[in-house]
């Protein structure tokens, strides 16, 4: 059973006989594997005690489990019990605010009819102007078709707006960037970038989002082509953006260079197509991509385009077989994949001083107290594990920098200049096996993203 998670937290209203239950409901909970966060006294009903118990489990199932546990203490019945998460999203996480104030007749005629019309027209003579007088200029689209969301894959576009929402949240919340959910009920490529495409000019820049892949490169690419604002997927570079930036901090504490090392990739979807050509970009030893079928093979008249070329340019060794194979003498393991397909065998294959990605979510490649035995560093997706490897930590700030840059594309030197600084971030005398990467909450890292992302995008515009 996985650790107990805010994710499955859940409020019991308990009534007690007296106090002197309290004890008893906590010790029951913790039996039970849940952790109490917090015990709220209300107003007595009918002469009894009441108390709010607020606990996290592991997964639904648990949190029914500690409902039953705790009504089966003597002394206590629980009144009610509600899931905090759902809680949460009632109604959705985020909504539109104005930024000015409605108060007077002059008001009004400023911000709509007449006074709007002024605006409307100089725009009409000079389109760039939408980028200073609009809310383009501070507007990202967070575009999905529902077809790869989470690990929980093709649930559709209505399944997909809770995650477009939170993603949203993360734009405004760490870098003051307002983002909107675009749920497209249609996965054809064509519909897809023609509704991107005649919804630009509302928007400075489009996140496209959990959009499976090949699909994902198609309309990537397209876009990228056809649209005057940035385009970016963000399971694809977010996810090699900080990848790179944990791989250099790793690095650095192990004492190896980024050209000496061999990094075995398993999972070679959006992500891992991405993160092999950010590290082949800035000159890693080798990857040996490997997928359900194995080791990559040129040959392999399965593969599509994308995964062909990554085959074609990597594993200059040649080699085949299975991800044990891959594994052997490998300095570096980057999973992006799915649960439970790493075995310790496997890992004590590699050489001294090994790097572990675990980043399938929520449950990684392998457990990683295991790949503590034999690795020096080990990373995953979650947060309550160190270095924790989040998209959180490069689009914020890679879109604050692009929208403060006018920017019209991104490009690769883009993206280094991202996960150099958030590799950056971690000061020198932190680093450490369970610290090469900063923490979300970390306040330097969007401006210091932004900053370096600003500066390559002038750069490249120059």
Known sequence: MNAPSASYSITMRVILDGAGTIP??????????GLVTALDVGEPIDGRMVVDVTCNASNEDHAETLGRVVGAVAGAEVHAMSDRTFLLHLGGTIEVRPKIALKTRDDLSMAYTPGVARISNAIANDVSLARKLTIKRNTVAVVTDGSAVLGLGNIGPEAALPVMEGKALLFKRFADIDAWPVCLATQDVDEIVRT????????????LEDIAAPRCFEIEARLREMLDIPVFHD??????VVVYAALRNALRVVGKE?????????????????????????????????????????????LDEDRRWLATHTNTAGRRGDLGDALQDADVFI????????????IMRMAPKSI?????????????????????????????????????LAFPGIFRGLLDAGASKITEEIEVAAGRAIADAVNSD????????????????VKAVADAVGKAARAAMA
């Open 24 to 33: 008893n409901v906590a010790a029951a909970i913790a039996d039970a594997g």
């Open 196 to 207: 991107v495409q005649v919804l630009a000019p509302v928007f400075g820049g489009i996140n």
């Open 235 to 240: 399971d694809q570079h977010g996810t090699a």
């Open 258 to 302: 980024m050209k000496d090392v061999t990094v075995a990739l398993l999972g070679v979807g959006a992500a891992g197509v991405a993160i092999a050509k950010l590290l082949m970009h800035e000159g890693v030893g080798d990857v040996i991509g490997v997928n359900r079928h194995g080791i990559l093979d040129p040959d392999d008249e399965r």
């Open 335 to 346: 999973g992006v994949s799915g649960p439970n397909l790493v075995t310790e065998e496997q």
């Open 356 to 392: 572990v990605f675990a980043l399938a979510n929520p449950d990684p490649e392998i457990d990683p107290q295991v790949a503590r035995r034999h690795a020096a560093i080990v990373a995953t997706g979650r947060s309550d594990e160190p270095n924790q490897i989040n998209n959180v």
């Open 430 to 445: 932190d680093l450490s096996p369970n610290y090469i990467v900063p923490t979300v909450f970390n306040p330097s890292v």
